[in-house]
């Protein structure tokens, strides 16, 4: 293809690669941050803060690389686009990651005490929360609009689930005050994932903007 | 009306060579339009047919419709002087007469039998003034053209256009021959003078149609392949020739 841009054509290869890297390790933080909820595991939470410093850096990569191709390469049209939503794209996942760590450090605090009721709604937000996550990626790395509309019914959903874990936990805080130190957390994290849903969704608008060049965020979809 | 310029069905052969293929443009008053495209896609020609320059050309057959104000220019009883005073056109070399500044500047309205001292000396200063360069030129004005800087030439040129009045500047490549200081002070004036004036600019420069233009069309082979708001046709643009192009994977 391009004459005389093959070298923009591999830093645009870059930014590609290195968002997918930001993606799955994102992944993998939220995956293992229920983990280690689930399983009263604090050594696990505590390799996802370890693991997001590593995130920041490569957010400040993404950055970087994108504040460079636009001062030097002068981009245009499907190139511009690309590269703005790179951008976003980068503090979307930085801000995810921020999002697991901090279930995370609930986890850490849940983690020597009993579990209030065994967890059945936040595993399943957290699944799909991932699945939101991976699919809008997904949808960056094929081009695919499509497949970044598929994202909107499965928001909802995330928020359903948000909506019984707190109808559920206050139901047991308003029986029982002392379950409140227990509770309070988990609805913490289950607000913590619907964010993650949200900016998977982000993800995905910016997706379909970066292929069909409509902005679709703040409107009907 | 809005339109200053359109053209409808517009062919353009040179001999057996099409070099226009059913071109309908619609050109605003008051706005910056650029024609981009590769070299030889038409857009030059283009440019031409909007002051007839192309009757210059031996073998030149025009088809279709332009319309300037409402009224069909390829018309052969259209006044072709009257049509270039109205149309007048700037070149990628700057071209002054080697005359001085002031008799520049006053050609076309002498031309036009202006022969009062008091209004050609109005004329010149209004016209320099409106390129800025009256107060860098003011006290050189008897100075001879060809001695000014390659930017100050270009100014001088757009000014000698100015004096005769004209509602459209057609500008061909203006700041091909400058560089890019020059380049940019030439953009500055360009989007000063859209206040008064219809520009339509043909340039190679991709930066700086997307920099000073309202509206851009892309050219390929003859044909408007797009044309629309600049900051669509470089930010989403429709077609995917005209991507191609713009994102340098054109070839």
């Known amino acids: 293809m391009a004459d005389g841009r093959e070298h923009f054509q591999r830093e645009l290869q870059k930014l590609n690669d290195l968002i997918l890297k930001m993606g799955g390790m994102v992944e993998k933080n939220i995956f293992n941050s229920v983990e280690a909820l689930k399983k009263q595991d604090a050594r696990l939470a505590r390799e996802i803060m370890t693991s997001d410093d590593n995130l920041d850096r490569l957010e400040l990569e993404v950055d970087d690389l994108c504040l460079e191709l636009l001062a030097t390469q002068q981009p245009m049209a499907v190139d511009l686009r690309f590269i703005t939503t790179g951008l976003r794209i980068g503090s979307d996942l930085e801000r995810i990651g921020d999002l697991a760590v901090d279930i995370a450090q609930r986890a850490i605090e849940l983690a020597d005490q009993p579990l209030l009721k065994p967890l059945v709604d936040i595993p399943k937000m957290a699944e799909l929360a991932e699945k ?5 990626l997904d949808a960056f790395v094929k081009r695919d609009a499509e497949l970044a509309r598929g994202l909107w019914p499965d928001e909802d959903k995330v928020d359903h689930y948000r909506d019984l874990v707190y109808d559920e ?3 047991m805080m308003s029986k029982d005050t002392k379950a409140a130190s227990r509770a309070i957390p988990l609805i913490i994290i289950s607000r913590h994932l619907e964010r993650i849903a949200d900016h998977a969704t982000n993800i995905a608008e910016d997706v379909v903007y970066m292929v069909e060049g409509k902005v679709i965020k703040h409107g009907p979809k | 009306m809005t339109n200053i310029i359109e053209t409808d069905k517009l062919n353009l052969f040179y001999t057996a060579f099409q070099a226009l293929i059913d071109v309908d443009l619609k050109i605003e008053r008051n706005r910056i339009t650029a024609l981009i495209g590769p070299s030889g896609c038409g857009k030059s020609t283009l440019l031409r047919v909007f002051n007839r320059m192309n009757d210059l050309i031996e073998g030149v057959k025009v088809s279709g419709s332009v319309k300037f104000d409402g009224k069909e220019i390829l018309d ?4 072709l002087i009257t049509l270039r005073k109205r149309i007048g056109m700037v070149f990628q070399r700057p071209n002054p007469f080697p005359l001085s500044v002031f008799e520049n500047v006053v050609y076309g309205l002498r031309i036009h039998g202006e022969k009062r001292r008091s209004v050609l000396e109005a004329a010149a200063e209004k016209s320099l ?3 800025l360069l009256f107060d860098e030129l003011k006290d050189k004005l008897n100075m001879n ?6 930017e100050q030439q270009q100014r001088l040129c757009i000014a000698r256009l100015l004096s005769v009045t004209p509602d459209v500047l057609l500008m061909d490549e203006p700041c091909s ?3 890019p200081f020059a380049t940019m002070k030439i953009e500055e004036l360009m989007t000063l003078l859209k206040k008064q004036y219809t520009i339509v600019i043909v340039t190679h420069n991709m930066q700086q149609a997307a920099r000073i233009s309202d509206e851009c069309g892309y050219m390929l082979l003859g044909e408007l392949v797009e044309f629309g708001e600049t900051k669509q046709i470089f930010t989403a643009p429709v077609n995917k020739k005209t991507e191609d192009y713009i994102t ?3 070839g």
């Open chain 1, 132 to 136: 939101m996550v991976h699919r809008a």
């Open chain 1, 169 to 171: 936990l206050v139901d």
């Open chain 2, 248 to 250: 340098g994977r054109f």
């Open chain 2, 76 to 79: 052969n009883e259209i006044d």
């Open chain 2, 145 to 150: 053209a060809l001695g000014l800087s390659l």
């Open chain 2, 177 to 179: 021959a400058l560089d």
């Open chain 2, 129 to 131: 003034a409106s390129v």
